[in-house]
């Protein structure tokens, strides 16, 4: 029904920058709830940036507040994350989820509170 999409990923030098995007389809609403994720070999998924449209909020995991931007086109259902001062420890495979119902505030950074994921997108920063 929703289905999401990510691009975007690669390899970079610490300290480089890279942006993600993920194009949503299936439904109006399937972006107005929408975050990214982070899954590094062997350990588990956390939660990375967040964002919600009417009203436009955004939200960050402290490691990455500063450093990344998370924005969306709303016409064309994407959503963006714009990484900057990669770090290694940034490595990991990122993923879109978005969910169509509405996430509470306290809710956003939880995976389990999404339905819909995309197939991930490998990001490695080396050394």
């Known amino acids: 029904q929703v289905q999401l999409v990510e691009s975007g990923g690669g390899l970079v030098q610490a300290g480089g920058s890279l942006r993600l995007s993920c194009a949503a389809s299936?439904?109006?609403?399937?972006?107005?709830?929408m975050g990214w994720f982070r899954q590094a070999p062997g350990k588990e998924r956390e939660f990375v940036a967040h964002?919600?449209?009417?009203?436009?909020?955004?939200d960050y995991a402290d490691s990455v507040k500063g450093r990344f931007t998370v924005s969306r086109d709303n016409a064309k259902n994407t959503l963006y994350l714009q990484m900057n001062s990669l770090k290694p420890e940034e490595t990991g495979v990122y993923y879109c989820?978005?969910?169509?119902?509405?996430?509470?505030?306290?809710?956003?950074?939880?995976?389990?509170?999404?339905?819909?994921w995309g197939q991930g997108t490998q990001v490695t920063v080396s050394s």
């Open positions: 989820a978005a969910n169509r119902n509405r996430i509470i505030t306290s809710n956003r950074r939880n995976p389990a509170a999404y339905a819909y």
């Open positions: 299936g439904g109006t609403f399937s972006t107005d709830y």
């Open positions: 964002s919600t449209r009417r009203p436009t909020t955004t």
